[in-house]
């Protein structure tokens, strides 16, 4: 009896020190920002917002990723409503970096909008809301 009880410790102990890390831990990156705006100028984010007029023509999701030990991706993941619309990955090559995509939006396109953004490992690190509602702006 007591050395299945040895046994049940040690297969405990590598269980609990072999469980996958997760997204905070995967080699610290992290999302220091993340905004979704009208354009990216110079690796800045240009007329942020939750909430877009459907004439807009084009989003950007501008991501500022911290914490990459070596380089590695992130992935955008842009959704209309519960349906994904592009998987863009993206380059991380140093442990502050920033980096943006961006999707082409009709003015059909309009409702609820997300973005999610994960790491190479498919990790959610953050996830961007925001509307398109019809009309011109």
């Given at each position: ?13 590598f269980l609990v020190s ?61 959704y209309h409503g519960d ?20 999707k082409g939006i009709r ?31």
């Amino acid at each position: 009896m007591r050395n299945g009880v040895v046994l049940f410790i040690i297969c405990s102990v590598f269980l609990v020190s072999s469980s996958p890390a997760s997204a905070q831990d995967h080699a610290g990156i992290m999302v220091d920002y993340g905004t979704v705006s009208r354009n990216v100028v110079d690796l800045k984010p240009v007329g942020e917002s939750t909430s877009f007029p459907s004439n807009v023509g084009r989003l950007y999701c501008f991501t500022a990723i911290k914490g990459a030990v070596d380089p590695t991706e992130i992935i955008h993941i842009w959704y209309h409503g519960d349906q994904e619309v592009a998987r863009v990955p993206l380059a991380v090559k140093s442990s502050l970096w920033r980096t943006y995509s961006s999707k082409g939006i009709r003015p059909t396109d309009t409702g609820p909008w997300k973005v999610l953004i994960t790491d190479a490992q498919r990790n959610k690190l953050e996830i961007l809301h925001f509307l398109v509602f019809e009309g011109q702006g």
